[in-house]
Each structure stands twice: as structure tokens, then as C-alpha cells.
């Protein structure tokens, strides 16, 4: 069982019912490729379950975790820096990312820190499948494992 997962969002709003808005919006996932960082347990699991066919999702490692790391920004719109971990969370740069890691830490709960979502581009060299399909039918959507760092490091 994963202890922290990375959720990307990949589809917009378009004939989704409100159940599944609402839910996106729960998850801090308004627009297309925003991503969050979650501890998984069950209910987040739940959740993920009911929006699949708008997200993607996976275990997060240390080298996705310090692209999506870059793309971080302060509540002013700066980069973070390890200065701004320290004062804000009295603790250093690698205490903050094992923590993430491990999921000791919520990086949903520091909205009042750092700019939330985290807002991505789209993938470099596109989609490789259709968005509209499962990943596990060579589409898109839906739990991908390890491999949601790869598509990250392609978003960043």
C-alpha cells in the first residue's frame, strides 16, 4: 500500500455530472492539470475511485516529488526555497520531503504556505493514449502505479 500518491488531473468539466465536480473540487483539482500531493488511506481511495475518469494517479517517488518540488510556489508566487521551509515549518528541505514521502505530512493542510494547486503543463511529446481510456487498456486515465513520476517529470 502506497503511502503518498500523486493525482493529476487530465479531463475537464464537460458532461460531468455534479456528484464528480464536487469531488474534483474536494480533491483541490479545479482545472486540467493541476496535481496534489495526498497521504492515501481509504477514503482518499474512495474518492479516487468515483473520479477516475478524470484523474490519473500513482505512488509518488523522491525524483517526482522534486519535479513537482520546482513547480511549488509560496503564497507570494515565489519558488520555495530551503530559507522559507525553515521558517515557516521549522524543519529542513529533506525533513519536509521524507515527511511528504512518507505521508507524515499533508500537503493539503499548508495552503496558508504555499500556492495550491500545483499547476502543470501539458505533457511533453502529448498524451501517449487516449484520455478517454483506462491506462491499463493503453489509455490514460485511472491508477498508473510508479509511472505517474514519469509523466510528471514530462508535465514539468
Known amino acids: 500500500m502506497p503511502k503518498a500518491v500523486a ?46 475518469p478524470f484523474i490519473t494517479w500513482g505512488e ?8 513537482l518540488l520546482n513547480r511549488l510556489e509560496t503564497c ?6 530551503e530559507e522559507y521551509i525553515k521558517t515557516k515549518l521549522s524543519m529542513d528541505l529533506n525533513t519536509f520531503k ?3 514521502l512518507s505521508g507524515e505530512l499533508a500537503l493539503n493542510k499548508l495552503d496558508n504556505i504555499f500556492k ?13 493514449g487516449k484520455v478517454n481510456a483506462p491506462y491499463k487498456s493503453k489509455g ?3 491508477y498508473r502505479g510508479l509511472e505517474i513520476n514519469n509523466l510528471i517529470k514530462r508535465m514539468v
Open 76 to 81: 507570494k508566487g515565489e519558488k520555495i526555497t
Open 7 to 52: 493525482i493529476v488531473r487530465i479531463r475537464g468539466y464537460a458532461h460531468a455530472p455534479w456528484k464528480i465536480q464536487e469531488t474534483l473540487e474536494m480533491l483541490r483539482l479545479p482545472k486540467v492539470f493541476n496535481t496534489m500531493i495526498y497521504p492515501y488511506t481509504e477514503s482518499l481511495k474512495g474518492m479516487l475511485i468515483k473520479v477516475e
Open 116 to 128: 495550491l494547486p500545483i499547476r502543470l503543463h501539458p505533457p511533453s511529446g502529448g498524451f501517449k
Open 98 to 100: 521524507t515527511k511528504l
Open 60 to 67: 509518488i517517488s523522491e525524483d517526482g516529488l522534486n519535479a
Open 140 to 142: 490514460e486515465f485511472g
